[in-house]
């Protein structure tokens, strides 16, 4: 169900009863319930095209915050005093302005870094060839 957002449109009943069917099969029955939940909500009362990116996912968002606040946990192995916490925040804001400014005048060319919209494009690209077979 994770998928279901870039999975074509066309066949997200077709899979869903698949796996209402598995379900009943195994006895599945909390995930049972969620089915009827995620039919009632996204099957029924939203419609598809709000929340399925088969076909445009470049209308995925990444929270900054959320993006920020997972480097911060990477930049610290263990929680940090509150001393080496403000030193590193100054690093990286600091770092932040050298970069913007280098940018700016042209210095500094980014380098192309491969995005999860870019990931989901290239598999969404797999799938589409591999349907088109």
């Known amino acids: ?5 870039f999975i074509n449109p066309e066949y997200i009943f077709d899979i869903y009863n698949y796996i209402k069917i598995i379900c009943q099969i195994y006895n599945y029955f909390n995930f049972l319930n969620f089915l009827e939940y995620f039919n009632k909500t ?3 009362k939203y419609d598809i095209q709000y929340w399925n990116y088969y076909n ?6 990444y929270n900054a ?3 920020f ?3 911060l946990k990477k930049l610290f192995y263990k929680k940090p005093s509150f001393y080496e916490l403000i030193y590193h925040l100054k690093r990286e804001e600091s770092l ?5 400014k280098r940018k700016i005048e042209g210095v500094w060319k ?5 995005t999860k919209t870019d990931e989901i494009n290239d598999f969404i ?4 060839k591999k349907e088109s077979d």
């Not at 980014?110 to 491969?114: D, V």
């Not at 690209?125 to 589409?128: L, N, T």
């Open 65 to 67: 915050s959320e993006s």
């Open 110 to 114: 980014k380098k192309r870094i491969l």
């Open 125 to 128: 690209k797999k799938y589409k």
């Open 1 to 5: 169900i994770t998928n279901f957002p």
């Open 42 to 44: 996204y099957l029924y």
């Open 69 to 71: 606040n997972n480097y």
């Open 96 to 100: 932040s302005y050298n970069n913007y």
């Open 56 to 61: 445009d996912v470049n209308h995925i968002t």
